[in-house]
């Protein structure tokens, strides 16, 4: 039994880390040879040293050697089977299998009308999470405060001094100036401008920590672990307050030269002069973030539609909801095609506040890719749900943080099964 979990957890450690190459050898061969073993071990969890030569085509001296630079850098561990059918000459074979990294990592993850903090092992296993909402939105210190705050409640709770967490990863909702480390927009969260997050986080709890859009935590998130686990090219698109976008391509993050990529809130899909709150005029944003979706389906003089009851007309069947929702996939859609066509994804996860919305916000989308993508890109691309929820921002923050550890997430690690 306990070689079967800890072959589980090293198998899901290595999502997080594949190239695992703290010290590249100089031997371009041998260091070929490394992977090779590495990428078997992630694929099949648990071997024995002969398993591992026939699989790999290795001779019995690679291996070895391989294997024992491997375990004294503390990045495969030797486990006990379990498996009858693996015992030899009566006595357990010994499998070799990945070994969890080591170390502990804080998310943090703000909204507009919350904060949502999880600790965790870089494994990644999450020992403690908490969410709390705001019930307007805070200013950056204010907020910031609170989430410092908050981690100094969760952290005892993982069993953990805040000594023992080597970084915190942070997510805010807007892009951020990679030069400065300020978030772009002042327009998302107005109270947020002239600051580095990061900074005045690291400053109230004393640990590293690294800020990233929300769109592209979500993005990597659901590429480690949701709808798109084992595909390299993902697009994410997060519709709430806002509408944004996260690209994972190559199984990594894509933030663009300026940290603007996947912004595609603002194409302009309007010409009729619909204001955005970006000071520009018929923006995707304007038409399909869900304050406006609310309000559109709200009848003149009748009480406010809120989220939780349109979801409950989209789920009833009921036919506006429907229509509206298919619809707002549709404009979703006329933005994502040209992505398709330029990027050539193998998903669209459709996350956020509406992607408990389901079917006809996906079918939107779907119409529309296959109305105006390329017919090669459009036939490559599966449009999905996000599996994660509101916790693909946070799970994709604990992605992060085991990459910025030195765990590399490749195509090959997001390739396994
Ligand atoms: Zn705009």
Same mark, same amino acid.
């Given at each position: 039994?306990?070689?079967?979990?800890?072959?589980?957890?090293?198998?899901?450690?290595?999502?997080?880390?594949?190239?695992?190459?703290?010290?590249?050898?100089?031997?371009?061969?041998?260091?070929?040879?490394?992977?090779?073993?590495?990428?078997?071990l992630?694929?099949?969890?648990?071997?024995?040293?002969?398993?591992?030569?026939?699989?790999?085509?290795?001779?019995?001296?690679?291996?070895?050697?391989?294997l024992t630079?491997?375990?004294?850098?503390?990045?495969?561990?030797?486990?006990?089977?379990?498996?009858?059918?693996?015992?030899?000459?009566?006595?357990?074979?010994?499998?070799?299998?990945?070994?969890?990294?080591?170390?502990?990592?804080?998310?943090?993850?703000?909204?507009?009308?919350?904060?949502?903090?999880?600790?965790?092992?870089? %494994?990644?296993?999450?020992?403690?999470?908490?969410?709390?909402?705001?019930?307007?939105?805070?200013?950056?210190?204010?907020?910031?405060?609170?989430?410092?705050?908050?981690?100094?409640?969760v952290?005892?709770?993982a069993?953990?001094?805040?000594?023992?967490?080597?970084?915190?990863?942070?997510?805010?909702?807007?892009?951020?100036?990679?030069?400065?480390?300020?978030?772009?927009?002042?327009?998302?969260?107005?109270?947020?401008?002239?600051?580095?997050?990061?900074?005045?986080?690291?400053?109230?709890?004393?640990?590293?920590?690294?800020?990233?859009?929300?769109?592209?935590?979500?993005?990597?998130?659901?590429?480690?672990?949701?709808?798109?686990?084992?595909?390299?090219?993902?697009?994410?698109?997060?519709?709430?307050?806002?509408?944004? %976008?996260?690209l994972?391509?190559?199984?990594?993050?894509?933030?663009?030269?300026?940290?603007?990529?996947?912004?595609?809130?603002?194409?302009?899909?309007?010409?009729?002069?619909?204001?955005?709150?970006?000071?520009?005029?018929?923006?995707?944003?304007?038409?399909?973030?869900?304050?406006?979706?609310l309000?559109?389906?709200?009848?003149?003089?009748?009480?406010?539609?809120t989220?939780?009851?349109?979801?409950?007309?989209?789920?009833?069947?009921?036919?506006?909801?429907?229509?509206?929702?298919?619809s707002?996939?549709?404009?979703?859609?006329?933005?994502?095609?040209?992505?398709?066509?330029?990027?050539?994804?193998a998903?669209?996860?459709?996350?956020?506040?509406?992607?408990?919305?389901?079917?006809?916000?996906?079918?939107?989308?779907?119409?529309?890719?296959?109305?105006?993508?390329?017919?090669g890109? %459009?036939?490559?691309?599966?449009?999905?749900?996000?599996?994660?929820?509101?916790?693909?921002?946070?799970l994709? %923050?604990?992605?992060?943080a085991?990459?910025?550890?030195?765990?590399?997430?490749?195509?090959?690690?997001?390739?396994?099964?």
């Open positions: 039994m306990l070689g079967k979990i800890t072959a589980i957890s090293a198998k899901r450690a290595y999502d997080l880390r594949v190239s695992t190459t703290p010290a590249v050898s100089a031997d371009p061969l041998r260091e070929l040879n490394r992977q090779r073993v590495l990428e078997q992630s694929r099949s969890g648990a071997l024995t040293q002969s398993e591992l030569g026939r699989t790999t085509g290795l001779s019995r001296t690679t291996i070895s050697s391989i630079e491997l375990r004294d850098g503390g990045l495969v561990e030797d486990v006990r089977a379990e498996d009858p059918g693996r015992r030899g000459r009566g006595r357990p074979a010994t499998l070799v299998t990945l070994a969890p990294p080591p170390g502990y990592a804080a998310a943090v993850d703000f909204g507009q009308r919350h904060v949502r903090v999880a600790v965790a092992a870089l %494994a990644p296993r999450v020992l403690a999470e908490r969410v709390e909402p705001f019930d307007t939105p805070r200013s950056g210190r204010d907020a910031l405060d609170e989430a410092a705050a908050l981690l100094a409640r952290i005892p709770e069993g953990l001094e805040r000594e023992q967490l080597s970084r915190v990863v942070l997510g805010v909702p807007g892009p951020l100036d990679p030069a400065t480390g300020n978030l772009l927009s002042g327009v998302i969260l107005p109270g947020w401008t002239r600051i580095d997050p990061a900074v005045e986080l690291q400053r109230r709890i004393g640990i590293p920590v690294t800020a990233e859009n929300d769109a592209n935590l979500g993005a990597l998130g659901e590429a480690a672990f949701g709808a798109a686990k084992g595909l390299g090219d993902v697009v994410y698109v997060k519709v709430a307050t806002g509408i944004g %976008a996260g994972v391509l190559g199984g990594r993050l894509h933030r663009g030269t300026s940290g603007i990529a996947g912004e595609i809130g603002h194409v302009q899909v309007r010409t009729d002069g619909l204001p955005c709150r970006c000071g520009s005029t018929g923006c995707l944003e304007a038409v399909v973030r869900v304050p406006q979706l309000a559109d389906l709200t009848p003149p003089g009748g009480p406010a539609l989220l939780p009851r349109l979801l409950e007309r989209v789920r009833a069947g009921e036919p506006t909801a429907v229509a509206a929702m298919r707002a996939g549709r404009e979703i859609g006329r933005v994502v095609a040209p992505l398709c066509n330029a990027l050539n994804p998903a669209v996860v459709m996350g956020g506040l509406l992607g408990p919305v389901g079917q006809p916000l996906l079918d939107g989308v779907r119409e529309s890719i296959d109305e105006h993508a390329q017919q890109a %459009a036939e490559a691309v599966t449009v999905l749900a996000g599996t994660l929820g509101d916790r693909a921002e946070v994709g %923050a604990l992605a992060l085991a990459q910025e550890a030195g765990h590399r997430i490749g195509p090959s690690a997001l390739a396994a099964p």
